[in-house]
């Protein structure tokens, strides 16, 4: 009787634990689904997107209606993606790094910067908001968000400076306010108007990299982003509907929500491509997944330039691309958008391990210090690279990039223009080869690797570069060079240089009085002709032009202490005492380069690094340690600044040197070791089968 009493209770108790169990379970799992509020399929197949288009208010939009809005990606997209979370992303999360949770932003190595050009006053400034080293925060030249995509939102995907304020949840501001947590409404709501409430957010436009089909244009995005219609660029980039008018006509003081506003007749006008939608305002947006390699090269596609390139149908593509993957392959990410790029030592910020995703990664088996197997490679098909005859210490000390990426180095760094940098995509019928900013390529520099688990930094590694030189018109103080706004600067350059349109051509057209002429150039200096120049009577008269400039821009200066300066090819041009000429500084800081490492386009093995032997690096003249770069800027220098490549390396020429006389007879050393080791190999053959007593006969001595 007790043991049926005890088994009815252990019965009743596992029932009791069981619906407990199945509670909480379920309780767990309608908190997951509610947490993440968005819809999914979970099938590898496209899903197909029939959708209805929301305006920045959240309505929805009736294509046929005189007076339709622009659809928002924001409104429209949310319904069913996080746009939060994607805002996180590496293409969005630059602009401030607490803007979106209150979370510090690893950006990681430094990349590609935005260069701030300017042609009237031969101006190239490395800017970004990620505070890499050799760059300027845009606010430190007075540039806000609106100027900032006004000059880069061209290639900007929308979000981060494009976007009126910071994403913050709605119940941060306003208590018991249950809305949607992915409002954009400014966290100050006392802050001023700004010109984000006449132009309009510019929106993450989703479309901007994931559109599959043709009708996407670049060049529509690009037009409205020069016209100030932030909020309507997505709608026309789509090709959803025509955009007629710019609201950069539209004052500041503009009230959208006064339809007796004066300026109301200069809104933008947006007319639906009604045949796109049906009788219940559904249009086919053609989504795909995994972003094409066309979406990609809008912004990261690049080309040789300069005096000695050829032409384009000569050059190789990506072999990886060659052999049919895509960007995406490798250049992965989640929901959040954080996009792996791919290179040694990376940190997730997922903190999902990414190192398989790097070259080393992919083709190469992963082992930790004491050999163990960490990871398999081989992802994707990669083939295992044999590297015969290699010694170790290389892959130590140099990047898989530095042997295999980027152009073959040269007897100097090749000129190279990039999408970003060049505005490709957008036509241009006056585009030159050397067209500012100037870019080289390839640098072969030493960098830093990231602290591993013990916190110490790794040895340097060496990795191919891109290489800019700033150049810019600057106030200087107490040996600290600030760069003046190029707009302020023009105002003052402009009556006494008479440069109206290009810096680096006018500047050698400055008309300088005869006098001059006659002090710089001897007696009949006003009658010589430009050929008949030597490089030094250039660079005098340059500089003569120079401090026409200098001394016009010195006159807007009420403190003595600051003296007007200019930042070109790695030199710093002030005025000389006499007034009337320039004095150069070299090695300042100001002037000193900004580059990023590189990784495409990769050769394959036959054409990498060292495949033609030790020689091609372990030579006199081989151009990885002895290849020269000379400093690029708007200024036509006679004498460029020039560093050899082991000076970015950090490599003593004296130890080259020897290391190379080293090779000089490595030939016959390995020749003459080679036959010794056959003579005293065939020495103790003949000892193993005669005896000691043998070889002494045979050597003519009895024993």
């Known amino acids: 009787?007790?043991?049926?009493?005890?088994?009815?209770?252990?019965?009743?108790?596992?029932?009791?634990?069981?619906?407990?169990?199945?509670?909480?379970?379920?309780?767990?799992?309608?908190?997951?689904?509610?947490?993440?509020?968005?819809?999914?399929?979970?099938?590898?197949?496209?899903?197909?997107?029939?959708?209805?288009l929301y305006d920045e208010n959240d309505q929805l939009i009736d294509p046929t209606s005189a007076d339709a809005k622009p659809y928002s990606p924001l409104n429209t997209c949310k319904k069913c993606h996080d746009y939060k979370a994607i805002a996180h992303g590496y293409h969005f999360n630059a602009f401030d790094k607490s803007r979106l949770d209150g979370k510090p932003v690893d950006h990681g190595r430094p990349g590609e910067p935005w260069l701030l050009t300017d042609e009237r006053t031969g101006t190239q400034i490395p800017l970004s908001y990620r505070g890499w080293q050799g760059t300027y925060h845009p606010d430190a030249l007075g540039i806000d968000r609106l100027r900032f995509m006004l000059e880069f939102g061209t290639h900007l995907p929308g979000g981060g400076p494009g976007e009126r304020g910071p994403l913050l949840p709605k119940e941060e501001k306003k208590e018991n306010d249950a809305a949607d947590s992915t409002d954009t409404t400014d966290a100050d709501a006392a802050s001023p108007r700004s010109r984000f409430d006449v132009v309009g957010n510019l929106d993450i436009d989703c479309m901007f990299c994931h559109s599959?089909?043709?009708?996407?244009?670049?060049?529509?995005?690009?037009?409205?982003?020069?016209?100030?219609?932030?909020?309507?660029?997505?709608?026309?980039?789509?090709?959803?509907?025509?955009?007629?008018?710019?609201?950069?006509?539209?004052?500041?003081?503009?009230?959208?929500?006064?339809p007796e506003d004066p300026n109301a007749s200069k809104v933008p006008k947006t007319f639906y491509k009604t045949a796109k939608f049906d009788k219940n305002?559904?249009?086919?947006?053609?989504?795909?997944?995994?972003?094409?390699?066309?979406?990609?090269?809008?912004?990261?596609?690049?080309?040789?330039?300069?005096?000695?390139v050829t032409p384009k149908w000569t050059h190789d593509q990506d072999v990886h691309l060659k052999a049919g993957m895509s960007c995406v392959d490798c250049h992965r990410n989640g929901i959040d958008h954080h996009t792996v790029r791919g290179y040694e030592g990376e940190v997730h910020p997922t903190g999902i391990k990414v190192e398989t995703l790097s070259c080393r990664g992919c083709h190469m088996d992963q082992h930790d210090e004491e050999g163990n197997l960490l990871d398999v490679g081989g992802r994707i098909g990669s083939p295992k690279p044999l590297h015969k005859g290699i010694p170790p210490l290389h892959f130590d000390k140099m990047s898989c990039t530095s042997c295999h990426s980027g152009p073959s180095p040269k007897e100097s760094a090749q000129w190279v223009q990039t999408a970003m940098a060049h505005k490709f995509g957008?036509?241009?019928?006056?585009?030159?080869?050397?067209?500012?900013?100037?870019?080289?390529?390839?640098?072969?520099?030493?960098?830093?690797?990231?602290?591993?688990e013990d916190g110490k930094a790794g040895e340097p590694v060496i990795y191919p570069h891109r290489m800019v030189w700033p150049a810019f018109w600057g106030w200087m103080k107490?040996?600290?060079?600030?760069?003046?706004?190029?707009?302020?600067?023009?105002?003052?350059?402009?009556?006494?240089?008479?440069?109206?349109?290009?810096?680096?051509?006018?500047?050698?057209?400055?008309?300088?009085?005869?006098?001059?002429?006659?002090?710089?150039?001897g007696e009949g200096g006003a009658d010589k002709k430009e050929e008949d120049l030597t490089d030094d009577e250039k660079a005098k008269l340059l500089g003569a032009r120079l401090a026409i400039g200098l001394d016009a821009l010195q006159g807007k200066q009420e403190d003595d202490a600051t003296i007007a300066v200019y930042v070109s090819?790695?030199?710093?041009?002030?005025?000389?005492?006499?007034?009337?000429?320039?004095?150069?500084?070299?090695?300042?800081?100001?002037?000193?380069?900004?580059?990023w490492p590189i990784g495409h386009?990769?050769?394959?093995?036959?054409?990498?690094?060292?495949?033609?032997?030790?020689?091609?690096?372990?030579?006199?003249?081989?151009?990885?340690?002895?290849?020269?770069?000379?400093?690029?800027?708007?200024?036509?220098?006679?004498?460029?600044?020039?560093?050899?490549?082991?000076?970015?390396?950090?490599?003593?020429?004296?130890?080259?040197?020897?290391?190379?006389?080293?090779?000089?007879?490595?030939?016959?050393?390995?020749?003459?070791?080679?036959?010794?080791?056959?003579?005293?190999?065939?020495?103790?053959?003949?000892?193993?089968?005669?005896?000691?007593?043998?070889?002494?006969?045979?050597?003519?001595?009895?024993?």
């Open 1 to 52: 009787m007790r043991n049926e009493q005890m088994g009815q209770i252990i019965r009743a108790g596992m029932v009791t634990w069981l619906a407990a169990a199945i509670h909480f379970g379920v309780t767990a799992d309608t908190a997951v689904a509610q947490s993440q509020n968005f819809k999914r399929t979970f099938g590898n197949r496209q899903y197909e997107h029939y959708i209805q």
């Open 426 to 452: 957008i036509p241009d019928q006056t585009r030159t080869d050397t067209d500012i900013p100037g870019i080289v390529q390839p640098v072969f520099m030493d960098v830093a690797q990231p602290a591993g």
């Open 212 to 258: 599959k089909g043709s009708n996407y244009s670049h060049e529509k995005w690009a037009k409205n982003i020069g016209k100030q219609n932030f909020k309507w660029v997505a709608t026309e980039a789509m090709g959803l509907a025509v955009i007629e008018g710019a609201a950069q006509y539209l004052p500041d003081d503009y009230d959208s929500k006064n």
């Open 478 to 521: 107490d040996d600290a060079i600030t760069p003046i706004d190029p707009n302020e600067a023009h105002a003052a350059l402009r009556r006494a240089l008479r440069i109206r349109s290009n810096f680096t051509d006018e500047i050698h057209k400055v008309r300088l009085k005869d006098d001059q002429l006659e002090a710089i150039l």
């Open 281 to 308: 305002n559904y249009t086919f947006f053609d989504v795909t997944r995994k972003p094409s390699n066309n979406a990609c090269y809008a912004c990261h596609s690049f080309r040789p330039a300069g005096p000695d």
């Open 569 to 595: 090819g790695g030199k710093v041009y002030r005025l000389n005492e006499a007034g009337d000429n320039v004095t150069v500084i070299e090695d300042h800081s100001a002037a000193q380069p900004y580059a």
């Open 601 to 703: 386009n990769v050769r394959p093995g036959r054409q990498s690094l060292g495949v033609k032997g030790c020689f091609e690096c372990h030579k006199a003249d081989a151009p990885i340690f002895y290849g020269t770069t000379n400093a690029v800027g708007p200024l036509d220098d006679h004498a460029p600044v020039q560093h050899a490549m082991h000076e970015y390396i950090d490599e003593d020429p004296e130890l080259l040197a020897l290391w190379e006389q080293s090779f000089e007879g490595r030939g016959l050393f390995k020749y003459m070791g080679f036959t010794v080791l056959g003579i005293v190999s065939l020495i103790v053959l003949l000892y193993l089968l005669l005896g000691l007593n043998g070889l002494l006969k045979l050597g003519g001595k009895k024993g």
